[in-house]
């Protein structure tokens, strides 16, 4: 069993920033894959960023410049620091992570942004 905790979500106005962060606790020998996705009201999961075991990310065209993905492999735990926000950003992020070719999620964390 794994178990995904998310936090750092909250209200945040337009040009702040936040942090989230998300552990995974239970039965890890490895973790290959971490990364956020996240879901607007009425739209699809829409792919936010991944970092790989060997640290190298990749972001979504919308977050790209604004976003960073970083992780502690010592903690289990992957963040997302989120810089220059637009409302657009207001969705709840959900973390993911691969663990021996499986994946696992998080509850989500709601982030609004205000204009």
């Known amino acids: 069993q794994v178990h995904m905790v998310e936090s750092g979500g909250g209200l945040v106005q337009a040009g702040g920033s936040l942090r989230l962060s998300c552990t995974a606790s239970?039965?890890?020998?490895?973790?290959?894959?971490m990364g956020w996705y996240r879901q607007a009201p009425g739209k699809q999961r829409e792919w936010v960023a991944t970092?790989?075991?060997?640290?190298?990310?990749a972001y979504g065209d919308s977050v790209k410049g604004r976003f960073t993905i970083s992780r502690d492999n010592a903690k289990n735990t992957v963040y997302l620091q989120m810089s220059s926000l637009k409302p657009e950003d207001t969705a709840v992020y959900y973390c993911?992570?691969?663990?021996?070719?499986?994946?696992?999620w998080g509850q989500g964390t709601q982030v609004t942004v205000s204009s």
């Open positions: 993911w992570v691969i663990i021996k070719r499986l994946d696992y």
């Open positions: 239970g039965s890890i020998f490895s973790i290959n894959d």
């Open positions: 970092i790989g075991k060997d640290s190298s990310t």
